[in-house]
């Protein structure tokens, strides 16, 4: 008889340089399973799978994005502009994200989320932070749809906390947001999760706590058991 077993948790590693975005982050997490909080560079992360802010066109010029390609080589600017051609006509929306492989052995992918269309934009009074974050962890459901169990863990930093201006206690508030609908449900389409964020947290940069999203019955992604 074959037994098939669980897939195991994914391993989150929330890491940043900004003090403030860390100790915001360590409030909105309280009591997560699964997510580690670190103050460093995600340069030092062990992780599957690394994710890095970027803008629509996959251009790995400013902010982390040109410290992941120093890092990995401007081979990795190639794989995510083709990934974003091949399979988004050439500009990835906020709200999408894509996973490439990084060749390198830590991490072994990387996975490209824009929180803004250009380079540089204030998306301070924006959902982006929680779009971006939500679709990079719908990327980890499609790579380990597609090769199950490839990505065990995945680091990210404070979406939109540098270039994009978003306040550490947003952003954290955001990012949990994101998290939670990982949590919860896999969309196959981009444009469901977009609807589904935005159609429910209006409200949210005025909150003063993060909140959990209620996916619902229109939606047309598949609740996680």
Known sequence: MTVKHAPKPLRVVLTDLNTDVVAAWRTAFAGTP???IRTGSILDVDADAWVTP???RGLMNGG??????RHLGAGIQLRV???IRDGHGGELKVGSAVCVPSGAAVPRFLISTPTMRTSTQDVSQTLN??????????????????TPGSIASVALVGLGAQT????????????WTGHSLFEDHEFTDADDLRATVTGQLDDLLAADRPHRLTVPATARGTRRR
Do not use: W, Y
């Open 34 to 36: 699964g997510v580690e």
């Open 54 to 56: 970027t803008n629509s």
């Open 64 to 69: 982390l994005d040109a410290v992941i390609k």
């Open 81 to 83: 502009q083709r990934a």
């Open 129 to 146: 932070v929680a779009l971006a974050c939500a679709a990079a962890f719908q990327a980890v459901h499609r790579q380990n749809a597609a």
């Open 164 to 175: 994009g201006q978003v306040p550490a206690r947003v952003c954290a508030n955001l990012m």
